[in-house]
């Protein structure tokens, strides 16, 4: 049983997915506590379960925080949530489509959705999904956001290339993806 844990949840087991697009493992747990592997084309299956027993430490951690997340009392004034979502479908497409005309891109559509692991998407049909806490960032950091979602339109994954083009709109990025990792949850 885990500490400050009433009880130890029952997990299903493990859910193995091969990506066409996947570059190496990758194991994320779900808010559910469900644990995702992926498997790049060219992997197995046993390297992947060993990959994931190597994590599992990490995993029981991100599950304790999962379980505590629930059982604190989350107050978000409902008339102040509605507001910013407003607000986010008012400011962030447009300041979207700004930037995009002026890198030369064309957005087919732009969502405003109430994400929590995201703070936005990119499909390759030119739909970008953003995350309407945005609006309760500095503007350099949802600057950040939408420039790295926009240069999913010309690149759609995380390479070194994929980086050099967010660098060359964005030359603080990396302080924008600090600001995240260190706020972000507070959003």
Request: glycine share 4%; with cysteine.
């Amino acid at each position: 049983m885990q500490p400050g844990l009433p009880f130890e949840p029952d997990y299903p087991p493990h859910l193995f997915v091969r990506h066409p697009r996947a570059r190496r493992y990758v194991v994320s747990v779900r808010e559910d506590g469900r644990v995702r592997v992926t498997l790049p084309r060219w992997g197995s299956m046993r390297e992947a379960r060993e990959f994931a027993g190597r994590l599992d430490t990490w995993i029981e951690q991100q599950r304790r925080k999962l379980e505590a997340d629930r059982h604190r009392i989350r107050v978000i004034p409902e008339t102040d949530r509605h507001h910013a979502i407003a607000r986010a479908k008012r400011e962030l497409p447009s300041r979207l489509l700004e930037l995009a005309a002026s890198l030369g891109l064309t957005v087919s559509k732009v969502s405003i959705r109430n994400q929590r692991w995201r703070w936005g998407s990119c499909s390759p049909s030119g739909h970008v999904c953003l995350n309407w806490r945005l609006v309760n960032m500095p503007a350099w950091v949802r600057d950040y956001v939408l420039i790295h979602e926009l240069m999913h339109l010309r690149r759609l994954d995380h390479s070194k290339k994929f980086w050099k083009l967010v660098a060359q709109q964005c030359p603080d990025y990396q302080a924008a993806r600090r600001w995240l990792r260190e706020n972000g949850r507070a959003l």
